[in-house]
């Protein structure tokens, strides 16, 4: 065990297990966490009691909606997000979130309670095999069953969650090692001798990433979310314009770059724009910096990159080589990297290679995006709305998603002026991530006009959270985008699957009257002359606000890379 | 192309652990032949061999996946011709005078002399235990049992790099 030791007591206090956990999520710094109580918890919740002052609890309804919102807070601030569960239900509610975060590497610490130890193994009431069962969606877990230990796990569950890759880390204590007594005093984790959160930079990599940058004519920066994670924004501002090279963000990348900086040109991938998909071809290098070559960026793998070379910088040395070879991979930190190469790279201008991103931008605006965005006839778009809020929010705002087409038009159509400006499920793609992200993002900005673009269906799939919002008062912005159909689905069955809609369609409930049941304030927009006004009502108070706009039902999202295709087919219409 | 694979692991000794790393094969689909796990010559730091079979590609990203895990300090990769392998196995068989002769041939140490079995051990390659198992089977085998691969690098490079990585991740290292 190696760990430096930052004393918070001199003579060491005798608390409950109970009180040592809420003392160490203290220490760490938590002033917000999102839970749910039930027996294996109780003593928690018993001694939370005591702490209303130093930290917010926030109720949630539902275990799942406490981890997405833990994920919205922990994406919006950067901290680590904390929520907390009890046993058995309680704690197998909670996976889906886990592997969300897990898929988006995204820092959340989730306490669950767990039988007592004599009882473990034995079927017992509200028992579930809880570090079993969440071994494949955390980044590290471990069971409690002393509250001795309970300082020491729940320091050692932070550094993980937050440094190197960031993840989710599950800490399940057993209800005696809650009630038991002991000293109580923490240290802050700072190493652990398995875990190399950090790793040492070899400088031939830089060497020979930056021989390629030089010698480059048409290369193209593939921007991930790791720039955000590692804080590296302003390195990645130097890196582009000392380099020159054009810039193109994944979805969860979008907001690591300004998009109105002259080298963004764009989203990658399945519904990304035109140019950074088209011209993937034409490329001779590829500098993916702090990105996972997900499948939805690269489309089969076979025809990506096929002319270039590829430099990947990356933390998590396991994501090197699995599914793109890296011709040279740059492992380490991108904060340590990517000034590196900046400082030895002879620098660059590649003004006709970008202007034919912008030409591509230009064949993509006219035939996709004016229509989207700026229609004049029929019924309203996806697109224009979120344009229309992008544009009266300006720098305000965090945008907040569930998943589906309106996902892609958000993602698409949105404007981003400051980095963790964009909130999704990415990897995992959760239906009913967005209610709860939006309000853990809220909590953690309260600041910040939170916008969330979610469906109608992923809407209804953690609509309880709006009860939250009741009990709460969480000043989230909600613009429900119905179309009266699982969308996305919609539009693989029209494209894909001779129109057969099979149970796709949606019969909704009157929002309006859940709004009302809810306490929350609500409009609805059928035509496009209402949304301006809708628009201004919605952002003139800070109370939550729900914005329902009928949407067009048929629409698409283009332009698309059909799945299995090269990225270089990709469609416009 | 497919072969044999032998994937050495140092970890910490966490309840679970060997779970975590086994369903890193399942999510490939790649069948574990063996595997054995005890403590290392570093006390404290537990050591597992498995043997699996598949291609180049796969398990040089498995391996990474299996050190990406916190609790996994290093783990290394080798083909058959890198190692020193050995295993163990035990055969119960029916007192015989026919049994003499193959404990001769074979070079088998007798562990136990029962009123009418005998317990046998042999150590060796898969192969060679097997080959005994085969002759053994028409003189009245009650029972047989191998144990996984163990095997040692021939190479420095994993005790050094093992090292190495100790002394820049562990301040305790050296006092042990």
Known sequence: MSITTIDTAIEPRILTGSQAIIESIIAEGTDVMFGYPGGQVIPIYDALYDYTDRIHHVLVRHEQAAVHAAEGYARATGRVGVCMVTSGPGATNAVTGLADAMMDSTPVVLISGQVSASLLGTDSFQETNFVGITQAVTKWNIQVKRAEDIPDAISRAFYIARSGRPGPVVVDITKDAQVARTPFKYSRTENIRSYVSRPEVDIRSIEDAVQLINLSRRPMALVGQGVQLAGAEKELLAFLEKSGMPAASTLLGLSSLPSSHPQNVGMLGMHGNYGPNVKNRECDLLVAIGMRFDDRVTGRVEDFGINAKVVHLEIDPSEVNKLIYADVPVIGDIKDTLPMITERISGGKYEEWIDEFRACYDVEYEKIIREETCPTSGAVRMGEVVHKISTAVRDSAIMVTDVGQHQMMAARYFKYYNPRSIITSGGLGTMGYGLPAAIGAKLGMPGKRVCLFVGDGGFQMNIQELCTILQTRVGVKIILLNNGYLGMVRQWQELFFNERYSFTTLVNPDFSLIAAANGIEYARVEKRDDLDAAIERMFFHDDAFIMEVKVDSGENVFPMVPAGAAVTDIMLE | ?176
């Open chain 2, 1 to 176: 192309m497919e072969k044999e694979y032998i994937i050495t692991i140092f970890s910490e000794n966490k309840v679970g652990l060997l779970n975590q790393v086994t369903t890193i094969f399942t999510c490939r689909n790649i069948n574990i032949e063996s595997v054995t796990a005890s403590e290392s010559a570093i006390s404290g730091i537990h050591r597992y061999t498995i043997v699996v079979h598949t291609d180049q590609e796969k398990i040089e990203k498995v391996v990474k996946q299996i050190e990406k895990k916190v609790d996994v300090l290093k783990a290394y990769v080798y083909t058959l011709d890198q190692v020193v392998q050995q295993e163990i196995a035990m055969y119960r068989v029916r007192r015989s005078a026919s049994i003499e002769h193959i404990v001769r041939k074979f070079n088998v140490r007798v562990l136990e002399v029962g009123e009418d079995y005998m317990v046998l051990e042999k150590t060796g390659h898969a192969s060679e235990t097997r080959e005994l198992f085969e002759n053994l089977k028409p003189h009245g085998l009650l029972q047989f049992v191998r144990s996984g691969v163990v095997s040692l690098p021939k190479s420095d490079a994993e005790r050094e790099d093992l090292h190495h990585y100790l002394s820049l991740h562990d301040p305790q290292y050296g006092n042990y």
